[in-house]
């Protein structure tokens, strides 16, 4: 496993469309344990690989208390199929160090994806697992309604 360079905002891969993952195999299995030691050693709640230079439609996260044991989430080909209700967080993104916004979502997500093993799933998130699940293929700018401006 090794810790990756997260790109910074405006790396222009930030900004791509990310591509579906064809296949669960080794390659990918290597992302998967690479963007999670990242995300845990930044620290962060979540990665998505394009914040990693990767456009492709993958992503971990870990909503765990910093007490108890870690339960990382992969999420491959992710997509919403069902969201409500609505929550404000103070979120930050790891490609936009040192910028904090409060955001809008959706307070309850059911998220559909596959996991390692290629299977298709289900996960309902609510709040904060809610945040990172119903973010899209897009990263979060940081942009400050308030300035008009991202760092």
């Not at 790109?7 to 080794?26: F, G, I």
């Not at 108890?68 to 069902?82: D, S, W």
Request: proline fraction near 6%; charged fraction near 25%.
């Amino acid at each position: 496993m090794a810790v990756l360079e997260i790109l910074h905002y405006p790396n222009p891969v930030l900004k791509e469309k990310t591509k579906p993952v064809q296949k669960v195999d080794a390659e990918i299995r290597r992302l998967v344990q690479d963007l999670a030691e990242t995300m845990y050693s930044a620290p962060g709640v979540g990665l998505a690989a394009n914040q990693v230079g990767h456009s492709l439609r993958l992503a971990v996260i870990d909503v765990t208390p910093a007490d108890q044991p870690k339960k990382l989430l992969v999420l491959i080909n992710a997509e919403i199929v069902a969201a409500e209700g609505e929550c404000i967080w103070d979120e930050g993104c790891l490609s936009v160090p040192d910028c904090n916004e409060e955001v809008k979502r959706s307070q309850k997500v059911v998220v559909r994806y596959q996991n390692l093993e290629g299977e298709t799933a289900e996960i309902a998130g609510e709040d904060l697992l809610a945040s990172p699940c119903s973010m899209k293929s897009i990263i979060w700018t940081g942009f400050s309604s308030s300035t008009g401006s991202v760092p």
